[in-house]
């Protein structure tokens, strides 16, 4: 059974810094890309940023750029996601999710690149 449990969410002053982590158990890791979702409420889940399955690549919605780091540790099966500069306009609730591609060579930005998803953690910042 394929799970991905997420940690580090949490309540943040607007300028703070959370790490949120993701573990994936039941499948192999190292061949996939992971990435990082959220969902603002009433809206759909959109694309925050990506990792390579070999970790030299990643990629970051603009309204993150310069503030959130995707990495990956291929050892530990986890993925994290470094959110500084936190703004209120970033509280939502993040997914983590598992490439569907064996090896993708381009970013996965999108849900349908994805096949295994985690419970989902709030991180609410305030103003």
């Known amino acids: 059974q394929v799970q991905l449990v997420e940690s580090g969410g949490g309540l943040v002053q607007a300028g703070g810094s959370l790490r949120l982590s993701c573990v994936l158990s039941g499948r192999s890791f190292d061949d996939i890309a992971m990435g990082w979702f959220r969902q603002f409420p009433g809206k759909e889940r959109e694309f925050v940023a990506t990792v390579s399955w070999s970790g030299d690549r990643t990629y970051y919605t603009d309204s993150v750029k310069g503030r959130f780091t995707i990495s990956r540790d291929n050892a530990k099966n986890t993925v994290y996601l470094q959110m500084n500069s936190l703004k209120p306009e970033d509280t939502a609730v993040y997914y983590c999710?598992?490439?569907?591609?064996?090896?993708?060579?381009?970013?996965?930005?999108?849900?349908?690149?994805?096949?295994?998803w985690g419970q989902g953690t709030q991180v609410t910042v305030s103003s």
């Open positions: 999710a598992a490439g569907a591609r064996y090896r993708l060579g381009y970013p996965a930005r999108t849900l349908n690149e994805y096949r295994y």
